[in-house]
């Protein structure tokens, strides 16, 4: 991972930051599932983990190649209006390092109430006994609102920036550029 590309949400009146980086997310993630590209790492530069906020700056990172790859694709079509884009840059020599992740969330008691009892044949009495409503888990970490293609549902994507490491870690990347042990450049 020697280069990145900041790709900054613009202010808009009309839709909320938020909006637009899930927007731009949800493009970048089906370019790479296009590409089918392990190689692109992402991480949110101005993320806010007081106030869960990914911040208006998305940056990717990752070899020249893959980067010029996916930039020389169409995936901006619809947000170039929206968002500030940087050509590809060498990372800083002095750039920590750290993991970018996925956190699922078992929040909704309810909805694995129903899993339970369609794959166990328990009625709601057996299932809420075993998951009462107070095992629900909140996360309070930054997240876009994604759609999955496969089934249309809406869910919430946790994002974590894990603490810095002295060196980096090799490793792919999934579909939506992040890693369970691979760390990006982190400066």
């Known amino acids: 991972m020697d280069h990145y590309v900041d790709i900054d949400v613009r202010p808009d009146p009309?839709?909320?930051?938020?909006?637009?980086?899930?927007?731009?997310y949800a493009k970048l993630h089906r370019?790479?599932?296009?590409?089918?590209?392990?190689?692109?790492?992402?991480?949110?530069?101005g993320v806010d983990s007081?106030?869960?906020?990914?911040?208006?700056?998305?940056?990717?990172?990752?070899?020249?190649?893959?980067?010029?790859?996916l930039l020389q694709s169409d995936w901006l079509?619809?947000?170039?209006?929206?968002?500030?884009?940087t050509p590809p840059a060498p990372v800083p020599a002095a750039a920590q390092h750290r993991a970018v992740k996925r956190v699922q969330v078992k929040s909704?008691?309810?909805?694995?109430?129903r899993r339970l009892m369609r794959r166990h044949g328990m009625d709601e009495r057996e299932a809420r006994q075993r998951i009462p409503d107070e095992s629900a888990c909140l996360a309070n970490l930054p997240f876009v609102q994604m759609?999955?293609?496969?089934?249309?549902?809406?869910?919430?994507?946790?994002?974590?920036?894990?603490?810095?490491q002295p060196g980096p870690v090799p490793g792919g990347f999934n579909a939506y550029g992040l890693s369970q042990?691979?760390?990006i450049p982190w400066f």
């Open 108 to 113: 909704s008691p309810e909805r694995l109430r």
């Open 77 to 85: 079509a619809g947000m170039r209006d929206h968002v500030a884009l």
């Open 31 to 45: 370019a790479l599932v296009a590409q089918a590209c392990t190689g692109i790492g992402v991480s949110f530069p």
């Open 181 to 183: 042990g691979a760390t």
């Open 147 to 164: 759609r999955s293609t496969s089934t249309g549902q809406t869910f919430r994507l946790f994002i974590d920036h894990g603490p810095a």
């Open 50 to 69: 007081n106030a869960p906020h990914l911040g208006m700056r998305l940056r990717l990172h990752g070899e020249l190649a893959a980067l010029s790859a």
């Open 14 to 24: 009309e839709f909320p930051a938020h909006q637009l980086m899930s927007a731009l």
